[in-house]
């Protein structure tokens, strides 16, 4: 049990583009989302964190304009990078967390690049 | 400030010894602390969770302490085995939202 997918796994796109990543939780109710980047060799630097229904919180430093997230059901959170350009290139890694439950699980990650 | 640390070099051993990473912590009143496994492109993998009134939690080869006074948590796997290699995250889980807070994580290469 708790899985958690993400798609695409990994995204080529040109700069000026936008760029949405989905997030589910497959076998259960995802009440909090999480969303991550990692750089390489580098730690998860948390981004926003997302109630189901409720706008999400953003961590200091991250443009909530630019990184849009949805949380619009219990299984599902998207998160789309907006005019993307080549420094938004990364590691983007979602998590979820029932209802009731400490443990995230986090889904494996989708490769952005931005040429 | 506000710090998470881990080993910093990466650790190198021989299969069949344990390995044990550390992960220390500044300024910061965790509820609970879990530990992670990354390997290369993928998502972390949960591992652990001790909460803050919990001394030792043990999951087959693996053996988590947390000492809350000390402001540390060390991670050992007995009878290391080469599909241990990975990158292992220290991730501290504060009250109230429970944001979850990572380390830089420590290499581990467990030689044949």
């Known amino acids: 049990g708790a899985v958690v997918s993400q798609h695409p796994s990994w995204v080529i796109c040109k700069s000026g583009t936008s760029v949405k990543i989905e997030c589910r939780s497959l076998d259960f109710q995802a009440t909090t989302m999480f969303w991550y980047r990692q750089f390489p060799k580098q730690s998860l630097m948390l981004m926003a964190t997302s109630n189901e229904g409720s706008k999400a919180t953003y961590e200091q430093g991250v443009e909530k304009d630019k990184f849009l997230i949805n949380h619009a059901s219990l299984t599902l959170s998207t998160l789309t990078v907006t005019s993307a350009h080549p420094e938004d290139s990364s590691f983007y890694i979602c998590?979820?967390?029932?209802?009731?439950?400490?443990?995230?699980?986090f889904g494996p990650g989708t490769r952005l690049t931005v040429l | 400030s506000q710090k998470i640390e881990q080993n910093s070099e990466a650790l190198n051993i021989q299969e069949g010894k344990t390995a044990t990473l550390t992960c220390n912590y500044t300024n910061y009143s965790p509820a609970y602390l879990q530990w992670y496994r990354q390997d290369p492109g993928r998502g972390p993998v949960f591992l652990l969770l001790i909460r803050e009134n919990e001394k030792e939690k043990r999951k087959e080869r693996l053996k988590v302490t947390f000492d809350t006074t000390l402001k540390q948590s060390l991670f050992h796997i007995t009878a290391s085995q080469p599909a241990d290699s990975a990158t292992y995250l220290c991730?501290?889980?504060?009250?109230?939202?429970?944001?979850?807070?990572f380390g830089a994580g420590t290499r581990l290469f467990v030689k044949a």
């Open positions: 998590s979820a967390r029932g209802q009731g439950g400490n443990e995230q699980f």
């Open positions: 991730a501290l889980s504060l009250g109230g939202g429970f944001k979850t807070i």
